[in-house]
């Protein structure tokens, strides 16, 4: 078994692959009315002017399993830190971050830095998540 540390770059590879995961899933779609005719459509853009749109498909269910203790990690942050490392972990720009979060470049990197040590720290404190941890390779190997 390899010997493997929590660094701030296994946890921010974790979050990056929890907001893939979280772009995979099935949009929530809410109650629809009953009906056994097909839907009308109206526009004339649905009638296959506009290009298919192709998604991936479902995640796995141990990525699944892995986002959720990843979004339980954000717990530990206040809000607006827990949207700063969201962002980033969905690969947002800094200039897009920092205009959201009303601050610098090196104002907004410090405080995700600091946000990512101290879910490191956290991580560090639970013996129950390092083999959570170390069982999931972030480049498996091909072949």
Avoid at 52 to 70: E, H, L, N, T, V
Avoid at 75 to 90: F, H, I, Q, T
Avoid at 94 to 108: D, E, N
């Amino acid at each position: 078994m390899v010997e493997t540390r929590i660094t701030p770059k296994l946890v921010m590879a974790r979050l990056e692959e929890a907001a893939a995961t979280m772009r995979r899933l099935p949009p929530v779609r809410g109650p629809r009315r009953a009906s056994y005719w097909p839907d009308m459509i109206h526009d004339w853009q649905a009638y296959g002017y506009n290009p298919p749109q192709i998604r991936m498909g479902p995640p796995a269910p141990d990525a699944i399993s892995r986002m959720d203790a990843c979004l339980e990690w954000l717990r530990w942050l206040s809000p607006d830190e827990a949207k700063l490392v969201w962002m980033r972990a969905e690969r947002a720009p800094w200039r897009v971050v920092c205009s959201v979060y009303g601050a610098p470049k090196t104002t907004a990197w410090r405080h995700w830095t600091l946000a990512i040590l101290t879910i490191q720290e956290k991580l560090l404190q639970k013996p129950s998540c390092e083999p959570f941890l170390h069982d999931w390779n972030p480049l498996p190997e091909l072949g």
